[in-house]
């Protein structure tokens, strides 16, 4: 089965670290470009990051910009998120996702995801 | 402010048909494809449409996307009781060079 499985979220302090983890399962992980989203207790999705398939260029969100690092392993089907610099507002359920579909063939759904707290 | 503007809820009785809407810019709907996410309580979203109008397989036909120009729509037709979820759209945005999702509707069967 495709399954995508996030892990590595707990709570942190304001200005700590957090490496998030994203495994996939039953897909050629390689040939998808993949994202973080986020989304804070009671709120809307946030898209946080995405990555190439490769690894070639990244992108990200204003709000994380200089303080978050997607990258990933193709060698092992996982996806990361190194979170530097936490800040309360970063407080959120994270989810890696394949945001750019083209047929029913790519399709990846959701993991349940992780979630981050960060407080002191 | 989400770049992609959603009413935050609608409503309807089974049996109805509702329609939520997407608006957004020349840089994002405007020129690149639009997915619809359904995100039922306590759960992950679940892609609902993917390329403006494509239904994954194992997705009721009572629900179907449309875009025109700056604006796209979710219509779900026959509602029913399980359909209370939130939906969001999202597309590519060309000019912030990142994904968007609208702020999220809430969808009430009443």
């Known amino acids: 089965d495709v399954q995508l499985l996030e892990s590595g979220g707990g709570l942190v302090q304001p200005g700590g670290s957090l490496r998030l983890s994203c495994a996939a399962s039953?897909?050629?992980?390689?040939?998808?470009?993949m994202s973080w989203v986020r989304q804070a207790p009671g709120q809307g999705l946030e898209w946080v990051s995405t990555?190439?398939?490769?690894?070639?260029?990244?992108y990200y969100a204003d709000s994380v910009k200089g303080r978050f690092t997607i990258s990933r392993d193709n060698a092992k089907n996982t996806l990361f998120l190194q979170m530097n610099s936490l800040r309360v507002e970063d407080t959120a359920v994270y989810y890696c996702a394949k945001l750019a579909i083209s047929g029913d063939y790519d399709i990846l759904p959701w993991g349940q995801g992780t979630l981050v707290t960060v407080s002191s | 402010q989400s770049v992609l503007t959603q009413p935050p809820s609608a409503s309807g009785t089974p049996g109805q048909r509702v329609t939520i809407s997407c608006s957004g810019s020349?840089?994002?709907?405007?020129?690149?494809?639009v997915y619809w996410y359904q995100q039922l309580p306590g759960a992950a979203p679940k892609l609902l449409i993917y390329?403006?109008?494509q239904r994954p397989s194992g997705v009721p036909d009572r629900f179907s996307g449309s875009k025109s120009g700056t604006s796209a729509s979710l219509a779900i037709s026959g509602l029913r009781s399980e359909d209370e979820a939130d939906y969001y759209c999202a597309t590519w945005d060309n000019s912030l060079s990142g994904w968007m999702f609208g702020g999220g509707t809430k969808l009430t069967v009443l």
């Open positions: 390329r403006n109008n």
């Open positions: 039953g897909v050629t992980f390689s040939s998808y470009a």
């Open positions: 990555i190439t398939g490769n690894g070639g260029s990244t």
């Open positions: 020349s840089s994002n709907i405007g020129s690149t494809n």
